[in-house]
């Protein structure tokens, strides 16, 4: 069934023009789609569009929290049937002990990430009323000017981007969009359920505000708009206070250089670890956590190793560096035998993804020679420059904190040392003449 019989309908402007432009130089366009009230209003309105109707794919992520769950999915197929429009209907595993609204959402998210690509965007319905409960959960939580930005219009999102081109309107105006179209929605029944604290926001809070202060919900997503603009300069603020001339990526490494920051006030210094942070995808610690990064970490004396810890990641420093460490539960295997060589080498659970290059100059392989990949035990050596060196002195010279000498991969021909992956080559084996000669390289 065609989808033509939409074009035919008036089309409310939900969707400005300035939206639609922006939308089409997209490649594709996911739309989440519970089938909610929201959800469905979008999906209509982009449908609608002759322009956009062909990159549309809706995406509907069944948690299976209510007993209703299968049929909702039903109902979504049944939709984008009427549309004509692809539907991705997934199910999803998440821990259910703890907090379920955060489970399913970090759940949620991560498969729409897994879709993404290059040039892809994916639509939410969140409206206004939906900012306006978020800035007041961020506020009642003490977030700072991060928290109260809430929700952008468009923003970057794994690879592509993510929309919610809903945000000035209001649910009454999508619900008015809904009667109007004869278009059909589904309830969900725990949006009812005043224990969850949006719903209490919603059902019992928003509704006194309301009859104090008219438009409440309006001025109040006014302020993520103000905290947004905030947050764009901070983050300006940020790169400049924490630029080096020789890497001026460092906000988006897992290393941050700290000289810089010694010469900044406490406020601009917390300003740089947050964005830092953020670039990496860590989620923020407490505030009694934040405030150790600066009173132990970075005027921690020069020799000190000192470290922090929240969640599954440590912060630690060695000399000038603060260095960003995700927890590995996994051991590192004591020798492996890199049989498929030259393709690549891939230890998933220590994270290690090791590639050989043709290089020249580069080490030259012995005929019959067995490639093992070890990591330190202590006591390894390699002949270096002419002399025999401790790996251990060497890592030492070479600044390498200790946690990176642990994991750093090293390539053995036979028995006999012969490459530290990334940092050094084993004269034994070292040719500037010989062409098939190789360099090996660890993408960790």
């Not at 939206?19 to 959800?39: E, P």
């Not at 051991?331 to 998933?348: D, N, Q």
Request: charged share 20%; aromatic share 10%; hydrophobic share 40%.
């Amino acid at each position: 069934m065609g989808n033509s019989w939409l074009w035919e309908q008036p089309i409310k402007p939900l969707l400005s023009t300035e939206w639609f432009s922006r939308l089409s130089h997209f490649s594709k366009l996911f739309v989440g789609f519970s089938g909610g009230l929201d959800s469905t209003v979008l999906l209509h309105v982009l449908a609608c569009h002759p322009a956009l109707f062909a990159k549309i794919v809706a995406v509907h992520v069944n948690h299976g929290i209510s007993a209703r769950a299968s049929l909702w999915q039903q109902h979504c197929q049944q939709v984008c049937d009427l549309l004509n429009i692809p539907l991705i209907a997934h199910s999803v595993e998440f821990e259910r002990s703890a907090n379920i609204e955060e489970g399913a959402r970090i759940a949620r998210y991560d498969f729409f990430s897994s879709l993404m690509k290059e040039q892809d965007c994916l639509l939410l319905g969140h409206h206004m009323d939906d900012q306006a409960e978020t800035v007041l959960l961020q506020l009642f939580r003490g977030a700072g000017v991060d928290g109260l930005a809430a929700m952008s219009e468009l923003s970057a999102f794994g690879p592509g981007e993510i929309a919610r081109p809903f945000l000035s309107h209001s649910r009454e105006q999508l619900e008015h969009y809904a009667v109007q179209h004869q278009i059909s929605w589904i309830e969900d029944e725990s949006n009812q359920d005043v224990n969850y604290s949006r719903n209490y926001l919603r059902h019992q809070i928003i509704p006194l505000l309301k009859r104090k202060w008219t438009g409440v919900a309006g001025n109040i997503a006014r302020t993520a708009l103000h905290c947004q603009q905030a947050k764009r300069n901070l983050d300006v603020l940020a790169a400049q206070d924490a630029l080096a001339p020789e890497n001026p990526n460092s906000l988006t490494q897992n290393s941050l250089l700290i000289t810089p920051l010694k010469e900044l006030n406490r406020d601009r210094m917390a300003n740089v670890l947050r964005m830092w942070l953020k670039n990496n995808r860590v989620q923020l610690p407490s505030t009694v956590t934040f405030e150790r990064l600066i009173d132990e970490m970075i005027f921690a004396r020069s020799d000190a190793i000192p470290q922090v810890s929240w969640g599954d990641v440590t912060v630690r420093r060695y000399q000038d560096h603060l260095y960003l460490v995700r927890k590995n539960k996994n051991k590192l295997p004591p020798s492996l035998e890199w049989g498929a060589f030259p393709s690549p080498l891939i230890i998933i659970d220590a994270g290690i993804h090791l590639q050989a290059k043709k290089h020249n100059p580069g080490l030259l392989i012995p005929p019959g020679t067995k490639i093992y990949v070890r990591f330190r035990v202590g006591g390894e050596k390699i002949v270096w420059r002419g002399q025999t060196k401790q790996l251990k002195k060497l890592f030492q010279e070479w600044g390498i904190p200790p946690w990176i000498r642990e994991q750093t991969p090293l390539i053995y021909f036979d028995d006999t040392l012969a490459a530290v992956a990334g940092y050094a080559m084993s004269d034994l084996f070292f040719s500037q003449e010989a062409n098939d000669t190789w360099d090996f390289i660890n993408f960790a």
